[in-house]
Structure formats: structure tokens, C-alpha cells
């Protein structure tokens, strides 16, 4: 019932962005903590930033900061990470979840997660 579908990956050259979406259904989005994640290949889950329920509050990982953004439009059940100057680690599958995922130390994709867009950074 609940539905988390991503959607703005691509490919595009280092330096350039992409803006990802998320559309929620099936539960109450607005009173949601929403992280997204990611996976590149071979690689594990890492968090990537999170927002609080109203949107007040940010969070990002260490090596995204200053580049990424993540907001969200809780009218229309929308999560957002606008993502500038990538880079070629950034390559990776991308997942919108809802809650808070900053201090799970073991990252673990359940039905509150999407399916994920790819986005590669490739020159």
C-alpha cells in the first residue's frame, strides 16, 4: 500500500546536476522524517541526507554537503534532492525512504523504500 517511486535519474558529465523526485502514496507523508540513500555499484547502502517532517530540519552526509539538497513539498507528497556538480562517486542507485535513517548503522531496504532511479556520472 505504501508507494515510494523515484524518478529524475540519468546520465550526465561530472559537474553537471540533476534534480531527483520522490512521490509518496499511502500513508501520511507530512508527519514523515524522509532520507534518501543510495547504493553504488559493488558498494553498500549509504544515507545521503534525511528532512524532517515539515521540512525545517536537514541532514546530510559528509561528502554530499554543499552540493546536495533535499527538500520537500508536503502538499503534493513529494521528497527532492537537487544534486550539483556531481561527480563520478555520486554513480549510484538512489532511494527515497521514509524516516529518519542518519544512525542506522545497518541500512536494510523494506517496504517503506522505493525502487530507486539510477544516476550515473560519467564523462
Known amino acids: 500500500q505504501v508507494q515510494l517511486v523515484e524518478s529524475g535519474g540519468g546520465l550526465v558529465q561530472p559537474g553537471g546536476s540533476l534534480r531527483l523526485s520522490c512521490a509518496a502514496s499511502?500513508?501520511?507523508?507530512?508527519?514523515?522524517?524522509m532520507s534518501w540513500v543510495r547504493q553504488a555499484p559493488g558498494k553498500g547502502l549509504e544515507w545521503v541526507s534525511d528532512?524532517?517532517?515539515?521540512?525545517?530540519?536537514?541532514s546530510y552526509t559528509d561528502s554530499v554537503k554543499g552540493r546536495f539538497t533535499i527538500s520537500r513539498d508536503n502538499a503534493k507528497n513529494t521528497l527532492y534532492l537537487q544534486m550539483n556538480s556531481l561527480k563520478p562517486e555520486d554513480t549510484a542507485l538512489y532511494y527515497c525512504?521514509?524516516?529518519?535513517?542518519?544512525?542506522?548503522?545497518?541500512?536494510?531496504?523494506?517496504?517503506?523504500w522505493g525502487q530507486g532511479t539510477q544516476v550515473t556520472v560519467s564523462s
Open positions: 528532512i524532517s517532517s515539515g521540512g525545517g530540519r536537514t
Open positions: 499511502g500513508f501520511t507523508f507530512s508527519s514523515y522524517y
Open positions: 525512504a521514509r524516516g529518519s535513517l542518519r544512525w542506522v548503522g545497518v541500512l536494510r531496504r523494506d517496504d517503506y
